[in-house]
């Protein structure tokens, strides 16, 4: 069993076929009496691509936990709004046995890059979306304070941003009878907009499916983002 999220949107129907592409940076130059050598380079972003089905039927391999009424016209939209609104987002492959056993995971921040819809006959009512995706690093320039002392010799420091609203959010919490990721998600931060990205963080595949007294990690321990 394969579950794929972009961001807060699960994909209703894995894809058959998820190509990553690890980007490499390496550059060729010629010696004297050496000829041509490889200068090994950190490597590139990483750039993933899939073609997922967007239905516009009830089928019984749907595999959207919280949408599985939605039809392609939802996702269509979801995407046009990742792309429009230049949103990075968290994106998640959870692969796991029939049993329940995780095999792996895939779990990296990523921008739409490009994406096509396709539309045949011979598909019906539904259509396809062909997704590029890219690897995003934090950056951002540093704030840095010159001071100069009573020798008139000038000193610089890198200051750190406070988080704006500063608000302190719990780092763990712990499920009671009933209670599902979703309803703990909402609780304590106030919406679900990271639901799958904790639930990626905690390995948790079936967010509606939480043993009694289960610890929830909220944010990395010692981190200030959530993943």
Do not use: H
């Amino acid at each position: 069993m394969y579950y794929f999220y972009m961001g807060t949107m699960q994909i209703p129907i894995p894809p058959k076929e998820l190509v990553t592409t690890i980007n490499g940076k390496n550059e060729t130059m010629d010696l004297l009496g050496k000829g041509e050598v490889n200068i090994i380079k950190p490597a590139g972003l990483t750039d993933v691509a899939f073609k997922f089905l967007l239905p516009n039927s009830d089928y019984p391999f749907n595999e959207s936990m919280l949408f599985k009424s939605k039809k392609a016209k939802y996702y269509i939209d979801e995407l046009e709004k990742l792309k429009t609104t230049k949103t990075v987002f968290q994106f998640i492959v959870v692969r796991m046995k029939p049993n329940g056993q995780m095999l792996s995971m895939t779990n990296m921040k990523c921008t739409l890059e490009n994406y096509t819809i396709e539309e045949d006959a011979d598909n019906g009512f539904d259509s396809y979306a062909n997704v590029s995706l890219k690897q995003w690093k934090s950056w951002g320039a540093k704030r840095i304070e010159i001071k100069t002392d009573k020798d008139g010799v000038a000193k610089g420091s890198v200051k750190q941003d406070r988080p704006a609203d500063g608000k302190t959010v719990a780092t763990q919490a712990k499920a009671s009878k009933g209670q599902t990721l979703q309803q703990i998600v909402k609780k304590q931060l106030g919406n679900t907009d990271n639901l799958f990205q904790i639930a990626a963080l905690n390995k948790i595949a079936v967010p509606a499916a939480l043993a009694v007294g289960q610890v929830i990690q909220l944010k990395k321990e010692g981190g200030s983002e959530w993943l």
